[in-house]
């Protein structure tokens, strides 16, 4: 079993940036892909970033030049650096772990955490 707790949210000004971290527990996720969703309130949830286990990064079109995922295998640990934010950025983020390959669908990924709550004001 693989443990996610999410930290780094907060309300922040639009322009702003955040740094999300995921610490992992119980195994490492060095073998594992990692990604970051969102869901914002009446919205389902949408994927942000993924990254491989060896490094390749992938994100969605909305965040694509703003957002940086990034991965400590030292540490068990996945961030989201996160600049230039919006408005439309606000939701609760979730990280999440995948066994498989690199996907952006939320039923590929085994493991998640229980969300951080960013808030971006206007």
């Known amino acids: 079993q693989v443990q996610l707790v999410e930290s780094g949210g907060g309300l922040v000004q639009a322009g702003g940036s955040l740094r999300l971290s995921c610490a992992a527990s119980g195994r490492t996720v060095s073998n594992y892909v990692m990604g970051w969703f969102r869901q914002a309130p009446g919205k389902e949830r949408e994927f942000v970033a993924a990254?491989?286990?060896?490094?390749?990064?992938y994100y969605a079109d909305s965040v694509k030049g703003r957002f940086t995922i990034s991965r400590d295998n030292a540490k068990n640990t996945v961030y989201l650096q996160m600049n230039g934010l919006k408005p439309e950025d606000t939701a609760v983020y979730y990280c999440?772990?995948?066994?498989?390959?690199?996907?952006?669908?939320?039923?590929?990924?085994?493991?998640w955490g229980q969300g951080t709550q960013v808030t971006v004001s206007s």
């Open positions: 999440a772990a995948n066994k498989g390959l690199v996907a952006t669908m939320t039923g590929a990924y085994d493991y």
């Open positions: 990254i491989s286990w060896s490094g390749s990064t």
